[in-house]
Nanobody
Framework: VQLQASGGGLVQAGASLRVVCAAS????????VGWFRQAPGKEREFVSA????????YYRDSVKGRFTIARDNAKNAVYLQMNSLKPEDTAVYYC??????????????????WGQGTQVTVSS
């Protein structure tokens, strides 16, 4: 599966953004999807993940209550709604998928397919 992340941008602290993960063809419903981010000079870290059906979600502690992951399998897309953004949320955001049929995971190593990333910059 080929993934593409979009929707990043430059916003002020406290603002909202929605990043979108789209897949080539109508393939995304068969995959769990995770969002990761990587800030300059830091390792890539888990942000959120959603199961294939959308019934199970995971979040890193620092985004709980601010970020919401959702999917629309009819539109072949997964969304990450980011509210109350903070400067420390600044990073390149990547969406990723494990092998088809595998469950969602918080572990970076569980993901096989990666999109190209979208830059999110939050100014103070």
């Amino acid at each position: 599966v080929q993934l593409q992340a979009s929707g990043g941008g430059l916003v002020q602290a406290g603002a909202s953004l929605r990043v979108v993960c789209a897949a080539s063809g109508r393939t995304l419903p068969g995959y769990a999807v995770g969002w990761f981010r990587q800030a300059p000079g830091k390792e890539r870290e888990f942000v959120s993940a959603i199961s294939r059906g959308g019934g199970t979600t995971y979040y890193r502690d620092s985004v709980k209550g601010r970020f919401t992951i959702a999917r629309d399998n009819a539109k072949n897309a997964v969304y990450l709604q980011m509210n109350s953004l903070k400067p420390e949320d600044t990073a390149v955001y990547y969406c990723a998928a494990p092998l088809k049929g595998q469950v969602a995971s918080t572990a970076l190593g569980a993901y096989e397919y990666w999109g190209q990333g979208t830059q999110v910059t939050v100014s103070s």
